[in-house]
């Protein structure tokens, strides 16, 4: 890691200080553009008397500083008139104020790199700051531009001076040592280990197997009288433990001395439990908690699944819980988990009015107001009510949607559709009404295709078989990778070709492909489809599609045509066309020609079989 020493703010008017950051990407230092600070950071406070940086800090605090809240939350950030010196440049980069950094991270200010990293890439489109690439697979990629995101995979490192051609570990070393020879900076490991409390005041949870003795002190309950059980005459009337008011259960006798003695009455956090339940799952021995040889055999799970606040919470406790079982000789397991995939969340818009009583905002659901382009009123009123950012969903913020009116007006197929096709599935969906009504037409536009098909069409239609065979191979590709919104935009693809294309065998044969690639996401409409067709078993038993290999193989592809970075054309070429051949093409363009509006042109990146990039 580095990390420079602790920060200070600025003293006063046009005053140098230094504002150290932490990064765990000094090999990237040169594609950094700006630098963020928290709310809470020194510099934030200093500006504090500005009322607009005082604003902007109150809203940053109000949406939360929890790192789960932080990392959903739309990314916003306030531009000072601070600037920073890059060390190896001298260039100066603007300073934010930053809602997404924490104060208790680092120190509390990072370097942004948008280029490779999506949160800072995401920043930068936001407010329009330099995007470099640092980091390319090839250093003959090194001017690509991005294709709307950042690529934060390992490579080799570009224009970046005197780290060109290092790899990123070698560029990282390279940073540190330069920066502790010239005493700005230091390379340093941080581990933000905490101690876990795993007792909890509740009735609901594991009972800790332990005796409070007067004379013998903490002792364990005897193996022969576990499990301990909670009692089940308990009363949840007055706030408190309900284990600790029972007039007999907490009352024992000393395993060792036989005097009277008192339970404990915390129970274990349920983190605890669900931090080895995977072992019970792969085993379920009668006389033991797992079968080692059992959990050995079905061990590590492959995928692991779930929201960011798993990633922070429970998979560093489940991975601390296997390993500590490994070091007692327990198991032999160490990781329990080969993959991580962190989910995003389902987000909506929040509605919301002050109540002028006790000043504070009262939360109304979406069936409760009257959206519109304009703004949004309030049904049982008619009276404007305040539209809030888009952030997760929350019982508190009222921002949910009731999945049984959506599936009752939609059919939940296109419910599933709406949420697998809107975004990746490790981003956050923003849940939008037109977009399922969207989503609700097409599994209609699907059913009417689906009735098209005829088993005995004959004729055969190359282009339509090519790029049947072409879909499912892409399509099956895509599921194994998760990437279901990459599937579903496949699908979409498939489905306009079909519905293009004149009756044939091969319309036939690309029809009956579509309802096995709708069938995982749309499992009602594939299985109606499938019986009509003539079926008598489902499609949920029925094997993937086979391709042809030799179909799979493109003679055309497709060259997307930028100006300046941003995608003015499409034309289709020869696969494995010269650059001098795609160059002309683009600059061919009409299109293209409109956006250049007789500029001179500086430069032309050509990607072989992919794009043409014109710099004016």
Known sequence: RAEPPPPTPPQGEGSLQRLPVYTTRPDTIFGASFVAVAADHPIAQSLAGDPEVAAFIEACKRGGTKAAEVETAEKLGYRTAITARHPFTGEPLPVFIANFVLMEYGTGAVMGVPGHDQRDFEFATKYG???ARVVASDPARADEPFMGEAEA??????NSDFLDGMTVEEAKAAVIA?????GWGEGRTVWRLRDWGVSRQRYWGTPIPFIHCDACGVVPVPKDQLPVTLPEDVSFEIPGNPLERHPTWKHVDCPKCGKAARRETDTLDTFVDSSWYFLRFASQPADRPFDPEEVAKWMPVQHYIGGIEHAILHLLYARFWTRALAQIGQTEVKEPFA??????????????RIDPARGVPVFFGPE???RTSEGATLLAD????DVGRVIKMSKSKKNVVDPDAIIARHGADAVRWFMLSDSPPERDLPWSDAGIEGCARFVQRLWRLFQAYDASAEGEDKALDRKTHQTIAAV???IEALGFNKAVARIYELTGATEKAAPSASRSAAIRALVHLAAPMMPHLAEEAWAAMGNTTLIADAPWPEVDPALLVDDEVTIAIQHMGKLRDTVTAPKGASKEDLEALALASANLQRSI???????????PDRLVNIVT
């Open 476 to 478: 099956a590709a895509d």
């Open 597 to 607: 509006d007789g500029a001179a042109v500086r430069k032309v990146i050509v990607v």
């Open 382 to 385: 008619s009276a404007p009510v």
């Open 339 to 352: 993959a991580l995939f962190t989910q995003g969340m389902v987000t909506h818009e929040t509605y919301s």
């Open 153 to 158: 995979g390992d490579g080799v490192i570009v």
């Open 129 to 131: 700051l330099p995007i």
């Open 178 to 182: 330069r920066a502790e020879a010239g």
């Open 368 to 370: 409760e107001v009257d």
